[in-house]
T-cell receptor, first 117, second 110 residues
């Protein structure tokens, strides 16, 4: 149980284009979904927290107009990187917390490798 | 906010030996401490967690201990196997947000 999927697993795009990443909880309903960014050989850095049906809460230093988050249902959240630039190249990982039970337990997706040329 | 420090940054052990990773946290209000294993190119996988009302928890070859007074917690892996080689992250939760340690790269030598 507690499976989280992400799509796509890898994406390469040109500078200036937008990229959408989907995060789905497959076998549970997620009250809250989180988006992280991870640079090579570094830890995970929280970008934003999203609750179904409400606006995402962004961490300090994360541009909300550049990283658009939509949490349309209890099983789906999307992250759109708008006008991507090479410095946005990174490993983006989402996680989800279950609706019932221990809500602070986060289950992570497999990640999306974004490369901006 | 919460600050989590993790040591060592790298750990090499002989197959069959034990591995220990230690973390400290700063916020006494933190009450949930998960450990994640991340293999290259993959997302973190929850391997064990502990809550602040418990001092120790074990799951087969993996155990975690928590000292709330000293604000530190540790991961213990016994009888290590090559498939235990990965990066391990500790984390602490404050207001449902995870703060991660810097990670420990564990290499199990055959």
């Amino acid at each position: 149980g507690a499976v989280v999927s992400q799509h796509p697993s890898r994406v390469i795009c040109k500078s200036g284009t937008s990229v959408k990443i989907e995060c789905r909880s497959l076998d549970f309903q997620a009250t809250t979904m989180f988006w992280y960014r991870q640079f090579p050989k570094q830890s995970l850095m929280l970008m934003a927290t999203s609750n179904e049906g409400s606006k995402a809460t962004y961490e300090q230093g994360v541009e909300k107009d550049k990283f658009l988050i939509n949490h349309a249902s209890l099983t789906l959240s999307t992250l759109t990187v708008t006008s991507a630039h090479p410095e946005d190249s990174s490993f983006y990982i989402c996680s989800a917390s279950a609706l019932a039970g221990k809500s602070d337990t986060q289950y992570f997706g497999p990640g999306t490798r974004l490369t901006v040329l | 906010g919460e600050n989590v420090e993790q040591h060592p940054s790298t750990l090499s052990v002989q197959e069959g030996d034990s591995a220990v990773i230690k973390c400290t946290y700063s916020d006494s209000a933190s009450n949930y401490f998960p450990w994640y294993k991340q293999e290259l190119g993959k997302g973190p996988q929850l391997i064990i967690d502990i809550r602040s009302n418990v001092g120790e928890k074990k799951d087969q070859r993996i155990a975690v201990t928590l000292n709330k007074t000293a604000k530190h917690f540790s991961l213990h892996i016994t009888e290590t196997q090559p498939e235990d080689s990965a990066v391990y992250f500790c984390a602490a939760t404050f207001i449902h947000k995870l703060s991660f340690g810097a990670g420990t790269t564990v290499t199990v030598r055959a």
